[in-house]
């Protein structure tokens, strides 16, 4: 285990699950050791070892930002300050804003007039009322600390329909706090409180522009680019290494693989999905200048993949998840459905063991159903893939937590699922290893 203060917090997607997920096989397959001192839904606190490789939010899917920690508190000061309204406590904590690598940063952009921005992330329940307290009173140290330095400033607020004080990444952006060092996360936790400065931002333009921009569409089975960039990750593509998509589509996910700097494959048995994601490859290829990208696309059947493709890295694929559904099904017709697909997917396995080299990860997504019944339905995919010779990646392993006993309900999980609530069909998500 690593000894040090934990270095950096990340903001999660919705998905809390799935964004610590990526990031754990993201450090594990880069030989960087992560260490996770605190995790929520609302953020992760974590320590990674330093190394050559520089982390940019753009190789993420899951993560909204990340900081760079300035200061930790006990979260008990807070307590005292905004729950028991003790003045001293907030005194205390006016000088601990005051005094810290936050306003040195701050300083070294801040001219003119200065616009700065606080986020509170607070995962603590008896403090998650004060949130937009603890916002204001925040800004208005970190203003008054500027002050001390003649520095003129601005504390960016949010309308009051507002649920959690919190700006969005779209906001920060536009407002270009990153480049100015010019948000404050304060993440609350239940022991520790931390104060962190946003070094990186996720840019959902970028990937609405791979999604909605590619000269190929097809909306109705298409996976979001951020999900197929979690997947890469998930299935520890790096560069250099070969990844394959045997249900490619338009190529959404061998997109991502590419810009990751990965050899892609893509396969499928629809001749227009073909040359639509080649297409598409080639598109982002002159897009975002990739001139030494390799990629091919072939028509073929992920049943019989020996025929078309030789030794591959890595795998990812969200195949046929069934029918369009309109309604809430039926717990027998969610059943139907399942069976339907299970020859495909269970066929696929062994092609898949046979061309993956050893050590090599498959990530695979299955179908999802809540039916009327409130019963959930799924693929027995894990049994089969062991049947097939594949071990089951546990995403979260004990090792990366500095407190184990706060992780035991994740430590057993072998899938973690994906479903909006304004979806029927859901996604399980598995990692499967050679």
Sequence with gaps: MLTSKPTNVFIPGKNWRLSLAEIAAFFEA????????????????VNIEENDYALTVADLGGIIKIGTINKNFKTEVFDEAFCRKNKEAKKLLEKEFAQNSLISGMLEKASGKYLFGVSVYCAEDSLRRFSKNIQRFAGSSIKKALAVHDKKSV????????????????????????ENKAEALLCIGRKQTWLATTVAVHNPFEFQKRDVGKPNQRKIFAIPPRLARIMINLAQCEPEKVLLDPFCGVG??????LLAKAKVVGVDLNPWCVKAAGENLEWLKHEYGLPKAEYRVLEGDARSLTSKVGQVDCIAKEPDLGPALRDVPTTPYAG????????????????????????????LVTPYFRTRSGKVVTMPIGERALEAGFEIVHPFKEEIFVESNSAKNLTGTKSIVEVAERHIT????HIFQK
Excluded: C, W
């Excluded at 607020?157 to 990444?169: D, I």
């Design 252 to 257: 959404t996910i061998l997109q991502e693989a």
């Design 426 to 429: 859901g996604r399980e998500i």
């Design 30 to 45: 880069r030989n960087s050791r992560l260490e996770v001192d605190a995790f929520s839904k609302e953020f992760f606190v």
């Design 155 to 178: 504390f960016m607020g949010f309308s009051k329909t507002r649920e959690y004080p919190q700006l969005t990444h779209v906001e920060v952006l536009k407002k270009g706090l990153v």
């Design 336 to 363: 139907k459905i399942i069976a339907k697909l299970e020859p495909l997917f269970f066929s696929f396995l062994a092609e898949a063991f046979k061309i993956l080299r050893k050590n090599g990860r498959l990530v």
